[in-house]
């Protein structure tokens, strides 16, 4: 039976579950992975075992491609060099050309000479002459890739108020729209401070409770528990 492990991608330090067909698979080791830009390095985390993997979906679950040798450790530690003199280079011609974008991330394929330039910005931005610049340095084909502010806060992590790490960051493969609705609807705080994530956008985690009713908060028996949208909308129209 296959094993579910948590894999931290090392270039990216997302978590992310695998299933390991392998059972000398162990806590440490390097592994390799399928990506969207080809294989990926990866160093296992947490080993679940058969118990949890018996109660899981396993067959929904992608698998490691293999262990890692110390041939494919080499060949991404050059790979993440040579991404980190992409990314310094490209921030050096975006200050020379005086673009205004804001450089996230810089990733290159394995499948292919091809390499991804993820950046922000506050409107469309005209950088044919960088991209021009990225290809004549590297001789691979370029995409300039603009991302938005909830997607340069899962690249780059951090630890929100709760005092754990971005939940975007760790476990979320999907950024739904979150809504001041759902705040309301759990009877919080509506202090924009205590609502919103690192990105600035409302937190992620405001969507976890909101399709049960809202947080319960018990105060007095007497009390009504929760929040009755219905309710409370019919109170307002008297």
Do not use: W
């Not at 440490?28 to 985390?45: A, F, M, N, P």
């Not at 469309?124 to 990225?134: G, S």
């Amino acid at each position: 039976m296959d094993n579910v492990i948590l894999v931290k991608i090392e270039n990216r330090n997302d978590l992310l579950h695998f299933r390991s067909p392998d059972v000398d698979v162990k806590l440490d080791d390097s592994v390799i992975i399928q990506s969207l830009t080809g294989e990926e390095l990866g160093k296992v985390v947490r080993h679940f075992g058969e118990t949890f993997s018996a109660h899981r979906s396993i067959p929904c679950i992608p698998a490691i491609l293999r262990k890692a040798t110390s041939k494919d450790i080499e060949v991404f530690a050059k790979k993440k060099r040579e991404e980190g003199r992409a990314f310094e280079y490209c921030q050096n011609r975006i200050k020379e050309r005086e673009i205004p974008i804001k450089l996230v991330r810089v990733t290159f394929f394995t499948t292919e000479k091809k390499a991804i330039f993820y950046f922000t910005s506050e409107g469309r931005i005209d950088f044919r002459d960088l991209v021009k610049d990225l290809a004549k340095k590297f001789r691979m084909r370029i995409e300039m890739r603009q991302i938005g502010i909830r997607d340069e806060a899962k690249m780059i992590g951090g630890v929100g108020i709760c005092g754990r790490q971005l939940c975007c960051k760790t476990f979320l493969n999907n950024l739904e729209p979150i809504t001041l609705q759902m705040a309301k609807k759990q009877n919080l705080n509506m202090n924009p401070i205590k609502i919103s994530g690192m990105c600035g956008r409302l937190m992620c985690c405001l969507s976890y409770e909101e399709t049960v009713g809202g947080r319960v908060v018990i105060e007095d028996p007497g009390e009504r528990v929760g929040y009755d949208e219905e309710e409370d909308l019919a109170e307002d129209k008297k």
